[in-house]
């Protein structure tokens, strides 16, 4: 199980992992000296405070998987810069989601091969709940180039 949580980032520390019947809860962080700004790209040493994320993730044996983790603040040293506290930034999970990239992936997976109704349903039984609106939402949010044209006017 930990293998699964630490292939998101190499530098998670996992406090502690409590599980109940349909969900699995996890309490992280990442240690960190530094962060990079995401206005100006400059980097700081200077933390400002921390605060907890509430992150869904894949699913383990069908179960949820919740990761609670500490992030921190950070000020900005450059003082032309517009923003003067920023956020951590990760790779593994965009500023204003609540959902790790490789969930939403799947979810958009789910999304795009079955009706948003079914799609809930079959998101529920794998360990994955999400509404047929939120499944909607991703829909409209993905950027796919139509790769197949549904009339062949060629000929």
Request: hydrophobic share 30%; net charge positive; proline share 5%.
């Amino acid at each position: 199980m930990l293998h699964s949580i630490t292939k998101l980032d190499p530098h998670i520390h996992i406090v502690s992992i409590s599980e109940e019947t349909d969900s699995i809860y996890v309490v992280a962080f990442i240690e960190s000296k530094s962060a990079t700004c995401p206005h100006c790209h400059q980097k700081s040493c200077r933390a400002h405070s921390h605060y907890t994320r509430v992150i869904d993730d894949l699913p383990i044996q069908n179960k949820a998987v919740c990761i609670y983790l500490r992030s921190k603040k950070w000020f900005c040293t450059n003082t032309s810069c517009e923003s003067k506290v920023f956020t951590e930034r990760y790779d593994w999970l965009l500023p204003t989601k609540q959902r790790t990239v490789r969930l939403e992936d799947t979810l958009r997976d789910i999304a795009f091969v079955n009706n948003c109704i079914k799609g809930a349903q079959l998101s529920k039984k794998l360990g994955m709940p999400t509404s047929h609106d939120t499944l909607l939402r991703i829909i409209y949010q993905s950027n796919i180039e139509p790769s197949v044209r549904p009339f062949c006017r060629d000929r």
